[in-house]
């Protein structure tokens, strides 16, 4: 909540046991709410140390989203940070 509005959480884990890989991705709906999320990289957070990095992969479905809400496929407006900005 602190960076943005998060549209999607994934967390990848092994075939063969089903176990998680030990991180997870997330896409934001904006990128300035990416960024707030990399400025979290080395903070602590319920005793665990954050690594966070920006992932191609998610700003690419991002681009891929905002083009498609702006040629007219979202009708719900798209996204923007929590706190509005």
């Known amino acids: ?5 998060i549209t999607e959480i994934t967390f990848p884990t092994f075939e063969d046991s089903g176990r ?8 934001f709906a904006s ?5 707030k999320a990399v400025g979290k990289n080395g903070t602590e ?3 665990r140390w ?3 990095q920006e992932g191609k992969m998610f700003l690419r479905k991002w681009e891929e989203a905002e083009n498609e809400r702006k040629a007219g ?3 719900n ?6 706190d509005g900005k």
Do not use: F, N, T
């Open 31 to 35: 990128p300035k709410a990416v960024q």
């Open 77 to 82: 407006g798209g996204g923007g940070d929590v």
């Open 20 to 27: 998680s890989k030990g991180y997870c991705g997330i896409l």
């Open 50 to 52: 954050l690594s966070v």
């Open 45 to 47: 957070l319920h005793g």
């Open 73 to 75: 496929g979202d009708q």
């Open 1 to 5: 909540q602190e960076c943005g509005i």
